[in-house]
């Protein structure tokens, strides 16, 4: 029996179909400050990038050990913090150090932290490693109000990464130098954490998720293999800490909070714990959604939780599985027959989505806006928010949108049955 990828050519004793995927990322992330080329755009870009190392690490917890953790954000947290007391250290003259390996110090700091908590925590899953990190999560997050010292109290602890060596006369004063700078470090991090995955511990860190009693029986011990699972992650959450001080350049009390630890599990369960460019796909969604959405509308929040809800119920997967979902289809040549049932289906629904979130944003803006404020842009168009006809335009929108949906909702079930069907490609 033969596979395809065992039939695949091979470069430097490598699978080019393994590699050619990074070799894609790298020439994406090369090229992107040329196609989008204002500040924001390269703030949002770095924004994205941290979240993704964040998430990745996030995803050696939950998808690759089980251990679902209400307290991930204090290892980046921690780490960005210390990253930024370096910063002040080199910026006092001394310490002299090249900013490119600062993130470095915050995965360190971040191992370190991870090592001291996972000694105990790791004892136990599920239900007690929850709540332990949830307790461990709020405990330093109520010291960094308290240890003024490292935290700052409520200001939090400021730096400036433009006092550090110079690499090759770059200084760093540019926001595109700290984007190659962040580009780098998550090309190498999401690599390392890749092969984590295929090294004995990885590869036992999933049969200790899926069995640990039999895992046991086998002659590992599932503590052991939670425990080096979890320092890793500690130490990748904190370089991302230190990309993020290097990319703010300060850290706050909300950077290791639970809020901060609740959303990397929503973007982590949105992209896809099963898959590793799962969390990807999440932290890449939820940064323009942060980001990009939050600037047209205040119920960007409200938009978000909606589409993790319905993430979770019908597609437990993430995103990551719902595309992973046509690969039958893509594989047997039968992929075409899905993008005409797909626009007549998911096209409409898409327009009773939008008219719902006009009918939403109107109930918003009817309950909050000042006194004699009646009017408001939606979908760049100027309309009367007291008025009835705009609600009756919405809704009937709406209804026919979904209708047309629920019409067409039989043919796109056929041909997925039809494209994913075994047999010949006939």
Known sequence: ???????????????????????????????????????SAITIMNQMSIT??????YNMLLGQGGMLSFGHAVYMGVGGFFCVHIMNMVEDGGLPLPLPLLPLFGGLFGLGLATIVGAFSTRKAGTVFAMISLGVGELIAACSVIVVAFFGGEEGVSGDRTYGLPVFGVEFLQQIEVYYLIAFWLMLSALLMYLFSRTPVGRMANAVRDNPERAEFLGYSARWVRFYSFCAAGFFAGIAGGLFAINYEILTEENLNLTQSGAILLITFLGGIGFFFGPILGAIVFTLLQTVLSLQTELWQLYLGALFVATVMYFPGGLAGLLMMHAPALRSGRAGRLVLPYIKTLGPALIGVLALAGLIEMTFHLRHASLGDHHMTLFWVDLDSHSLVPWLVFAAIMAAGFAVMRRNLPELLSAWHSANATGDRS
């Open 1 to 39: 029996m033969t596979d395809q990828t065992q039939n695949a050519p091979r470069f430097g004793g490598m699978n080019t179909a393994a590699v050619a995927p990074w070799v894609i990322a790298a020439a994406f992330l090369l090229v992107m400050p040329f196609i989008f080329t204002s500040n």
């Open 52 to 57: 993704i190392i964040f998430a990745l690490s």
